[in-house]
Nanobody
């Protein structure tokens, strides 16, 4: 059974930093594209950062230059380092693993971790 478990969320002041981590079990992440998504109250879930199985990264415009996504296939983990946090970064952050094999799409999600940016 595939499980993604996020950790590291919490309360941080504006301008502060936080690192959230996602640990996978039941599946090797080597061939998956890994993403961090977030969902704020009353808003749709949005992609924050993506790292492909080849190591290419992409970021939402709102977090470019502030967030960094990284993966460690040996440890089966993917992290999101968040710097210069703003109140508008407040949301539940979700880890996602995605793979397409012969037109079949596989998606796994974690349960989410709350990040609150407030003074």
């Amino acid at each position: 059974q595939v499980q993604l478990v996020e950790s590291g969320g919490g309360l941080v002041q504006p301008g502060g930093s936080l690192r959230v981590s996602c640990a996978a079990s039941g599946v090797g992440l080597d061939y998956y594209d890994m993403g961090w998504y977030r969902q704020a109250p009353g808003k749709q879930r949005e992609l924050v950062a993506l790292v492909t199985n080849g190591g290419t990264t992409n970021y939402a415009d709102s977090v470019k230059g502030r967030f960094t996504i990284s993966r460690d296939n040996a440890k089966n983990t993917v992290d999101l380092q968040m710097n210069s946090l703003k109140p508008e970064d407040t949301a539940v952050y979700y880890c996602n693993a995605h793979r397409t094999i012969f037109a079949m799409s596989y998606d796994y999600w974690g349960q989410g971790t709350q990040v609150t940016v407030s003074s």
